[in-house]
């Protein structure tokens, strides 16, 4: 006659109260960790935009007082004079020396561009910044951080073709906005790229 054998059931291991703990205490580590370093690049994304950006300000407040039509309206002097005014507090202070503001009789300030292009550029350029504000080629604007803001201190280049890069006090023929100096024969060869760092759509 058999005899039958029957295996007890084996109780189920649970995990101690400190193992648990141990456990929690990990994940949260790591979730802090996670954050900290997502928070690190978003911070430092803010800081090394923070100048592109401030010019932008800077340029858009420029381009909205630019469009005034008070500017131009030979009844409205006392408002214009207080749009060359407030114009004039956006400028660096070498350009208010060399470039009295004035309206330009077709609408605008002289020497400032009036619009800006979808496929503007803007980029860090050593401690400025320089904004091209036409299709990526023409005239490139220099800002200055000057008495705690970014404020515009004039032409300062032209960007052609290639990202070549050519300084305003290198050109030959006088430049005048919307209109580029006759092409470099070097061609691409003489190019040099366009910093980056700036706004690029």
């Not at 749009?83 to 208010?96: D, I, V």
Request: some cysteine.
């Amino acid at each position: 006659m058999g005899s039958e054998f029957s295996s007890p059931m084996m109780p189920e291991r649970q995990a101690s109260p400190t193992t648990t703990e141990m456990t929690n205490t990990r994940i949260a580590l790591i979730s802090a960790a996670i954050v900290a370093l997502l928070l690190a690049g978003l911070a430092f994304e803010v800081v090394t935009t923070q100048p592109v950006r401030g010019a932008m300000r800077t340029c858009s407040e420029l381009f909205t007082i630019a469009n005034r039509q008070e500017l131009t309206d030979p009844a409205r002097v006392k408002e214009a004079k207080t749009l060359l005014e407030a114009a004039s507090t956006l400028c660096s202070a070498r350009y208010r020396r060399s470039h009295p503001l004035i309206a330009a009789t077709e609408g605008g300030l002289v020497g400032i561009p009036r619009n800006i292009n979808k496929n503007f550029k803007a980029w860090r350029e050593g401690p400025n910044v320089w904004i091209c504000t036409t299709n990526r080629i023409g005239p490139v604007y220099q800002f200055v951080f000057e008495d705690g803001r970014w404020r515009f201190d004039g032409l300062i280049a032209i960007l052609r073709p290639w990202g070549e890069i050519v300084r305003s006090s290198e050109l030959a023929d006088p430049v005048v906005e919307g209109r580029l100096p006759a092409a470099s024969p070097d061609g691409p060869s003489a190019a040099r790229p366009a910093a980056s760092g700036g706004r690029r759509d």
